[in-house]
């Protein structure tokens, strides 16, 4: 109780409450705040404790990737310079397919007969629809040079890089609904529109077949074959992207040894690097939660 100069007692100040919409208390500032104010403060509680192990262990998918566009343009390059015959590409052609069929076979459990049957059809006329299309890519770029294909080329891989699902988020098994984002499409038509360039420079219809089969079934097909192993067991998966980093790396050095050595550090930077900056730089996250965000109403309509 307060008394003034003549003697009078104060009336109490009524006790302050949590108003939401109610407007100044009487007696409080706008700004006022009781001793409870800062109980109800979280610190870090949205913040992920992330493992080093399992960090590495995704970030493998994207150096996975790297290499199959790696193995792709070193495919590329030995058809321009016809290292690699016709022939021989067109039963790797036949290799892969028949490989990423049994892939699904054995690790999806929803392939019925079917369902397979279905795929085999659509493949049917995909290579039909290829092989007619084949003398149009031949003759698409002939009045563009080649410096210009080579830039728009590696600019449109660079930007399929960035844009591609690397978590596998729109990429579903065979008989599952399939929505992909807007991005994933850019990045995949990024890839086929990139196939065609390199597709028109090879001296024959049948080089640009062969090239187009290739590229595409790589673009379209590895992804699905590879998100079905790795659901079907992580060991598979890291074993044959191991592999595959080794297999790439291998033609990368048969090349160019400094595109051998930039590969080689682009790999560890992701691989292992990047996930230890992760890991690192979480230390220094600070989060806080309290009665000042916004409120979020919750309603309840079971009644």
């Not at 302050?16 to 500032?29: H, I, T």
């Not at 705040?33 to 610190?43: A, I, P, Y």
């Not at 052609?93 to 892939?103: A, I, K, M, R």
């Not at 002939?142 to 449109?156: E, F, G, M």
């Amino acid at each position: 109780m307060e008394s003034n100069v003549e003697g009078n007692q104060l009336p109490a100040r009524p006790k302050w409450r949590k108003v939401a919409y109610g407007g100044m208390q009487p007696g409080y500032d706008d700004n006022y705040t009781d001793e409870s104010f800062l109980e109800e403060m979280v610190m870090n509680a949205n913040v992920v404790k992330r493992d080093l192990l399992k960090v590495m262990q995704d970030s493998v998918s994207i150096s996975q990737y790297l290499c199959i566009v790696s193995l792709v343009v070193c495919v590329w390059t030995y058809m321009l310079a016809s290292t690699i015959d016709v022939a021989s590409l067109i039963l790797l052609d036949v290799g892969l397919l028949g490989v990423g069929f049994l892939v699904l076979l054995v690790t999806t459990k929803r392939v019925s007969i079917n369902l397979l049957s279905h795929y085999l059809l659509n493949v049917a006329f995909f290579i039909s629809g290829l092989y007619v299309l084949a003398p149009i890519y031949h003759t698409l770029t002939r009045s563009i040079s080649s410096d210009s294909i080579w830039i728009l080329t590696v600019s449109l891989l660079v930007v399929h890089l960035f844009l591609h699902d690397y978590s596998g988020s729109t990429i579903r098994p065979p008989g599952a609904s399939n929505n992909p984002t807007f991005t994933s499409n850019i990045s995949l038509n990024a890839s086929i529109v990139a196939s065609v360039l390199v597709a028109s420079r090879l001296p024959s219809r049948l080089h640009v077949f062969a090239i187009m089969l290739f590229s595409l079934q790589v673009f379209l097909f590895a992804p699905l074959v590879v998100y079905c192993m790795k659901k079907y067991s992580l060991r598979l998966h890291l074993l044959f992207s191991f592999w595959m980093m080794t297999v790439t790396l291998g033609l990368v050095f048969t090349l160019q040894r400094l595109l051998f050595a930039l590969l080689l550090g682009l790999l560890v930077f992701v691989t292992v690097l990047c996930p230890y900056w992760l890991i690192k730089i979480q230390e220094y996250k600070f989060e806080i939660n309290g009665p000042w965000d916004e409120a979020k109403l919750c309603f309840d309509i079971t009644e």
